[in-house]
């Protein structure tokens, strides 16, 4: 991996290996553009590919990565392998520098439009914790689990970019001790600490995807925190699943990582038992090395493993084509929430305070059985990249305010 000209530190945020794509806008000119981050500059991804006379000079030069979405996996090798080349090789940097702005100084949009929105369900140790606190009765895996990957469609119009604040969801609850539903303010506001994928190459209705066909389809990579109203939920949700409790608000973050950055970081998912029936199985491995972090006002509260997943996104990918449903580009879905095996690694307030009856303890004395006013959450993930470089993830923050 060539360094950059730019300087950047071996442990700085952002370095040549990550360069995700981001959509900007500066105090100076409010007009939204594509961006690469680089260290802690952004490249103005349409002016520098036109003073470098690059052929995909237009597709970058809309307001937001739409365009570039729709491209296609050759030209999406082609932007990649250009501002690498442009930000490592210092013939270019006279060309180059004149297209870089302070990453502090900019303001940070939802980098594309967003289509449909699917949300799984695919970590074992998430799925079996809520399973035993929301159905205690039952087996905690339901009997198709280990089948398919379960999912369900969720509310694209709500997904917002990071440092957008949640207003407190409103709605019906009932609480056990009430004989009837109860009308006001959720009073379990959860997180749920998650990675999206988003889809850049559409496919026809009535045509399958296959799982080996994931790169030529998904464009990138980022973090999602699925906001999730848990007495909403447990309330509403039989027969048919998540509905208010979890589409009145997601997160996501700003920086998409190009699938192509994840080379390294691309691990065996854990073993599969029963084996999946043939159109689930792939011929590359595509669990993901991704190390999250949970913090709730600055205090890490948990590290979620995303290697753990049981289901990745390729079999995600061809498990939601499988019907002949067709992808749009800028459709979103995210894994699922991301739990391992200890308690310091589940990836909601849910399972860390087991349904609140083992409130977690801050640093600062107070105790979280949910999410209080104010409270703002981050989730940030890193990587391996080549050559023992990092992958960075930025962040998904969001904070919350009181219901209206
Ligand atoms: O098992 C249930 O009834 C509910 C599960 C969830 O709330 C989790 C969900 O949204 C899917 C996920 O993020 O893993
Ligand atoms: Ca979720
Ligand atoms: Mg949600």
């Known amino acids: 991996m060539p360094d950059s000209w730019l300087d950047i530190a071996p442990d700085a945020q952002f370095g040549p290996a990550t360069l995700p794509y981001g959509v900007f806008s500066t105090g100076d000119d409010p007009t939204t553009r594509p961006g690469v981050a680089i260290g802690d500059q952004v490249l103005e991804l349409g002016a520098a590919a036109r003073a470098l006379d690059a052929p995909f000079a237009d597709t970058v030069s809309g307001p937001d990565l739409d365009a570039l979405l729709a491209a296609g996996r050759p030209v999406w ?7 690498t080349a442009w930000l490592t090789d210092p013939a270019h940097e006279a060309a180059v520098r004149p297209h870089l702005v302070e990453r502090a100084s900019v303001t940070l949009h939802l980098p594309f439009t967003v289509a449909d929105y699917v949300d799984f369900y695919a970590s074992e140790h998430h799925a079996t914790n809520v399973g035993r606190i929301f159905r205690p009765e039952q087996e905690p895996l339901t009997p198709n689990w280990k089948h398919l990957p379960i999912g369900y469609h969720g509310r694209s119009g709500t997904v917002v970019v990071s440092g957008t604040d949640i207003v407190r969801p409103t709605g019906q609850r009932k609480p056990p001790t009430e ?3 109860v009308f006001g303010p959720s009073a379990r506001l959860d997180i749920e600490a998650e990675v999206g994928f988003v889809v850049g190459t559409p496919s026809p209705m009535g045509e399958r995807v296959a799982v080996d066909d994931f790169a030529d389809h998904v464009f990138g990579v980022f973090l999602l925190n ?9 309330w509403e949700y039989v027969p048919l699943g998540p509905f208010l409790g979890k589409s009145f608000a997601t997160s996501i973050s700003p920086w998409i990582v190009p699938v192509s950055a994840l080379e390294s970081a691309r691990v065996e998912q854990p073993a599969q038992d029963p084996e999946p029936l043939p159109y689930l199985k792939g011929s590359q491995p595509w669990g993901l090395d991704l ?5 709730l006002n600055g205090h890490l509260i948990s590290n979620p493993p995303f290697s753990q997943m049981y289901w990745t996104a390729a079999q995600q990918l061809a498990h939601m084509t499988v019907n002949g449903a067709s992808l749009r ?3 979103v879905y995210a894994s699922g929430t991301v739990s391992g095996p200890e308690v310091a690694q589940r990836g909601c307030f849910l399972e860390l305070t087991w349904s609140g009856k083992e409130p977690l303890r801050l640093p600062d004395g107070t105790e979280r ?9 981050t989730i940030t993930a890193t990587a391996p990249g080549p050559e023992g470089t990092r992958i960075d993830f930025g962040e998904v923050t ?7």
Not at 77 to 83: E, G, L, S
Request: aromatic letters at 4%; proline letters at 7%.
């Open 77 to 83: 090798d082609q932007v990649r392998a250009a501002v």
């Open 179 to 181: 004989p009837v539903p």
């Open 226 to 234: 699925d906001w999730s109203s848990r007495d909403l939920q447990a």
């Open 291 to 295: 190390r999250l972090e949970v913090r």
């Open 329 to 331: 580009t800028g459709d």
């Open 369 to 377: 059985a949910f999410l209080e006013d104010g409270d703002e959450v």
């Open 398 to 404: 969001g904070r919350i305010l009181p219901a209206r």
